[in-house]
């Protein structure tokens, strides 16, 4: 069973679709409890950082994801949270993992957001993180985001746009992906696959 | 890199995928669930359903097929018909799309752009603009799901464009209302125009038959993505033969 943090956003459903079409059962709820229970964690999200960190005050979500010890995954913005700030609302966020987002710059001529597939890299000097066995280094993923994190030490898989940045991040048992695997076809497939196939 | 988006779009009236010419005599061309698996396993980069009209009826998108879309579609999905609220909007997201967009409503009331953008972000939010060339000028339509309905707007697309990125659209889907359906190519006069005015991305919608007329709104229009209906749902124009030959030209091509 996977359970995804209802933090307001909107991909929920998305997300649930995309473990059901993987027979891997999975619930929503914004219950600490259950999170701190699960086997394992989605932390999804979609819209602002300000609003999703209010919301995940408001449910007092945030100790509780702060302290999981099972595998997470935040996908998009649930992932950029994971980090210590966000440009986005000027917001201190979760801090699992140091670093902070920006946004993307515009007036660059490059259009924001960054939209559609774009490819991945992953980083070669750490132990390829076991999220993408089976896919092969510079797959593409689909993107949709007007901020970004930096490059970090917990920085697997990079992506450019304009220049580089985090598009998966691995600490212990925290994983963070920019793109939408549950809208990435094939590949973003497979990486959920794996998610779901990690030992606690 | 960033590739360029090749977009199948679904225009659904009555629960069916239907095509016009010029926005008028639609013929039925299969059912959305369907066609939607079909292209998943083509590549398409996106998927956009239209509930044509879903305006022009007062009423909102039909969330029954949305569910059922969401459930088989593990691409993007944009769509699109009589959202005219937060509260639409909102519906439609959990539903499972991944996009909204909004086209005569946002003539009608400009504001809910920012209200949408302001409540999911602006990735989000799509505004979708039909517009038409009238007089040496471009001018923006509405409802025009329905015939009898359509009407113009008093507003010219270049200003309107602008209008809707300053007020929080994340992506403008250009829909060139004289090239709908011909099959002579995008207009890439007009697409340019707007390339020029905005720095979100644009799809380009309206024209396309043949493998030259996308690499035109890649190349000579600078489009980020080409939407095309017709000459995919007849077959006419496979996508995995389209972008090989994209790529071939040295389009970045997710193939």
Redesign the interface.
């Given at each position: 069973m996977i359970t995804i943090v209802d933090s307001g956003g909107?991909?929920?459903?998305?997300v649930q679709?995309?473990f059901?079409?993987l027979g891997i059962p999975s619930e929503i709820t914004s219950d600490a409890d259950r999170i701190y229970r699960a086997s394992k964690v989605v932390l999804p999200g979609?819209?602002?950082a300000g609003r999703a960190m209010s919301v995940l005050h408001a449910r007092e979500l945030i100790q509780c994801i702060q302290g999981l010890k099972q595998p997470v995954l935040g996908i998009c913005l649930g992932m950029q949270l994971m980090f210590e700030y966000s440009e986005e609302d000027l917001v201190q966020t979760l801090a699992i993992v140091p670093g902070q987002v920006r946004q993307l710059p515009?007036?660059s001529g490059?259009?924001?957001?960054?939209?559609?597939?774009?490819?991945v890299e992953w980083v070669e000097s750490v132990s390829r993180s076991r999220l993408v066995d089976g896919i092969e280094s510079g797959a593409?993923f689909?993107?949709?985001?007007?901020f970004a994190a930096e490059l970090t030490p917990f920085t697997v898989g990079i992506s450019?746009?304009g220049h580089p940045f985090s598009a998966l991040i691995e600490k212990d048992n925290f994983f963070g992906a920019q793109f939408?695997p549950?809208?990435?076809?094939?590949t973003?497939?497979r990486l959920l696959k794996n998610f779901g196939a990690l030992e606690r | 890199m960033l590739t360029k988006r090749v977009i199948a779009c679904l225009d659904v009236r009555d629960g069916r995928v239907v095509k016009g010419v010029q926005f008028r005599n639609h013929e039925d061309l299969g059912n959305p669930v369907e066609l939607a698996q079909w292209y998943c396993a083509q590549g398409a980069d996106e998927l956009v359903f239209y509930d044509i009209t879903a305006s022009a009826e007062d009423r909102r998108v039909d969330l029954g097929w949305i569910s059922a879309l969401a459930r088989v579609v593990d691409i993007p999905i944009c769509v699109a018909g009589g959202i005219r609220s937060v509260e639409d909007a909102r519906a439609v997201l959990h539903a499972g799309a991944d996009k909204i967009s909004v086209n005569s409503p946002a003539l009608a009331r400009p504001e809910l752009i920012s209200e949408l953008a302001r409540e999911f972000g602006v990735q989000c939010v799509t505004v979708g603009v039909d517009s038409r060339r009238v007089d040496g000028d471009f001018w923006c339509y509405r409802n025009t799901g329905i015939e009898s309905k359509m009407s113009r707007e008093n507003r010219r697309t270049l200003d309107w464009v602008c209008e809707a990125q300053e007020r929080g659209a994340g992506e403008i889907v250009l829909n060139c209302m004289d090239s709908d359906g011909v099959g002579g190519g995008y207009d890439l006069e007009q697409l340019s125009l707007v390339r020029d005015r905005i720095d979100i991305p644009l799809v380009a919608s309206g024209g396309a038959r043949v493998a030259a007329h996308f690499q035109d709104a890649f190349q000579v229009a600078r489009v980020d993505g080409a939407l095309a209906a017709g000459a995919f749902h007849r077959r006419e124009l496979l996508i995995p033969t389209l972008k090989q030959l994209l790529k071939n030209e040295g389009i970045p091509i997710r193939c």
């Open positions: 909107s991909n929920l459903g998305s679709n995309a059901l079409r979609v819209g602002a515009r007036g490059l259009p924001v957001p960054h939209l559609g597939w774009n490819s593409y689909y993107f949709v985001h007007s450019e746009y939408h549950e809208r990435s076809g094939a973003g497939a | -």
